[in-house]
């Protein structure tokens, strides 16, 4: 049997990734944390991911221009995103419209549902099963 799904937690907030790894380390994940854009684009290549969670304001390279590289290149567009925002719903259907890419495999609002989360993860994490 395979280890434990490998989760990238790509936020600029400290208090969110410490949040999120300890709620999906709790369910049995492993986390991996990023920053911002950049250092989750470090992360992505070291190694094989099961699923990302992407915050969208960041500085540095924001997790929009993150999330349109992921999406573009061959080697990663299957892992699936899930968006973690405090940015309203319209954004949502702004990314979803876009024809370069396609739409985040998940969106969850800022504060965050922990129910809505965790079923999001474990839907698409089964999905993948790489």
Same mark, same amino acid.
């Given at each position: 049997?395979?280890? #434990?799904? &490998? *989760?990238? $937690?790509?936020?600029?907030?400290?208090?969110?990734?410490?949040?999120? @790894?300890?709620?999906?380390?709790?369910?049995?994940?492993?986390? /991996?944390?990023?920053? +911002?854009?950049?250092?989750?684009?470090?992360?992505?290549?070291?190694?094989?991911? +099961?699923? *990302?969670?992407?915050? $969208?304001?960041? #500085?540095?390279?924001?997790?929009?221009?993150?999330?349109?590289?992921?999406?573009?290149?061959? &080697?990663?567009? %299957?892992?699936?995103? $899930?968006? /973690?925002?405090?940015? @309203?719903?319209?954004?949502?259907?702004? *990314?979803? @419209?876009?024809? !370069?890419? #396609?739409? #985040?495999?998940?969106?969850?609002?800022?504060? $965050? %549902? !922990?129910?809505?989360? =965790?079923? =999001?993860?474990?839907?698409?994490? !089964? !999905?993948?099963? @790489?």
């Amino acid at each position: 049997m395979a280890g #434990p799904k &490998r *989760i990238l $937690i790509v936020d600029d907030e400290q208090d969110i990734r410490t949040y999120l @790894s300890a709620l999906l380390g709790d369910q049995g994940y492993e986390t /991996v944390q990023a920053k +911002d854009g950049e250092e989750a684009m470090q992360k992505v290549q070291a190694g094989p991911l +099961d699923l *990302i969670t992407l915050d $969208i304001s960041m #500085p540095e390279k924001s997790g929009i221009k993150f999330f349109r590289e992921m999406k573009t290149d061959d &080697r990663w567009k %299957n892992i699936p995103i $899930i968006v /973690v925002t405090g940015v @309203s719903e319209d954004f949502k259907k702004f *990314i979803s @419209s876009r024809h !370069q890419v #396609p739409a #985040p495999e998940g969106f969850v609002s800022k504060p $965050i %549902n !922990q129910e809505e989360i =965790l079923d =999001l993860v474990q839907i698409l994490t !089964q !999905q993948g099963n @790489s």
